[in-house]
């Protein structure tokens, strides 16, 4: 079993739909969470980063992290065709982060069409 | 900005071959770190280093090996190419403390044939 599982999709939604993306869990010792965007052909970049459980709002962005469920959550409000990605959380425990040392999930391929 | 460049963005070699991917960053970073991926495996860690002539292994580190010379290059080095390590590879870099993200470059596809 992985330690990070995330539907790989693809996922494909019209314009304006409100997204979802999730990952579950396995290593209770994770306390950093991230979600990561990669363009076709590009790196990923950082989007979102959580310290333990809770909400984080950004924009049209929300994360969210139940550690008791060990499962994140990444919301894309008034999607666009712009959103268009393949979204990859990422996590670590606090040895982990200092030395930016992240496990990754498979990523989900998003397409936003108009 | 900080920016992580990758030598390289396609490559092809023969199996046998060796094969050095390079890796300059500009931020000062002290970590950085190679990661290869694969369609449903996402990014998997390779080897990192958190310092100039340090370097850990990460979760796939078989049939390769690193070399940080310099605070601003990491050198990825396939001694012996397999076509089992046709992927993409993906440099990054970041400042040693938990709240920094990862700066990624680009990526290197290498073909191994």
């Known amino acids: 079993q992985k330690e990070v599982e995330q539907d790989p999709g693809p996922l494909s939604v019209p314009e304006g739909a409100i997204v979802s993306l999730n990952c579950t869990y396995s290593?209770?010792?994770?306390?950093?969470f991230m979600w990561y965007r990669q363009y076709s052909r590009k790196g990923p970049e950082l989007l979102m980063y959580?310290?333990?459980?809770g909400n984080k709002e950004d924009g049209r962005f929300t994360a969210q992290v139940d550690k008791s469920s060990k499962y994140i959550s990444l919301f894309i409000r008034d999607s666009q065709p712009s959103d268009s990605a393949t979204y990859l959380c990422?996590?670590?425990?606090?040895?982990?982060?200092?030395?930016?040392?992240?496990?990754f999930g498979q990523g989900t391929i998003l397409t936003v069409h108009p | 900005d900080v920016k992580v460049t990758q030598s390289s963005r396609y490559l092809v070699k023969r199996t046998g071959e060796k094969v050095f991917l390079e890796c300059v960053q500009d931020?000062?970073?002290?970590?950085m770190f190679w990661y290869r991926q694969d369609p449903g495996l996402g990014l998997r860690l390779i080897y990192f280093?958190?310092?100039?002539?340090?370097?850990e292994k990460g979760d796939i580190p078989e049939g390769y090996s690193v070399s940080r010379e310099k605070k601003e290059r990491f050198s990825l080095i396939l001694e012996s190419a397999s076509t089992n390590q046709t992927s993409m590879y993906l440099c990054?870099?970041?400042?040693?403390?938990?709240?920094?993200?990862?700066?990624f470059g680009n990526g290197t596809r290498l073909t191994v044939t």
């Open positions: 959580t310290y333990s459980s």
């Open positions: 931020m000062d970073h002290e970590n």
């Open positions: 290593n209770s010792a994770f306390q950093y």
């Open positions: 990422a996590m670590s425990d606090a040895g982990g982060t200092s030395y930016g040392k992240l496990t």
């Open positions: 990054a870099s970041s400042w040693g403390t938990p709240n920094s993200p990862l700066h």
């Open positions: 280093s958190y310092d100039v002539k340090m370097k």
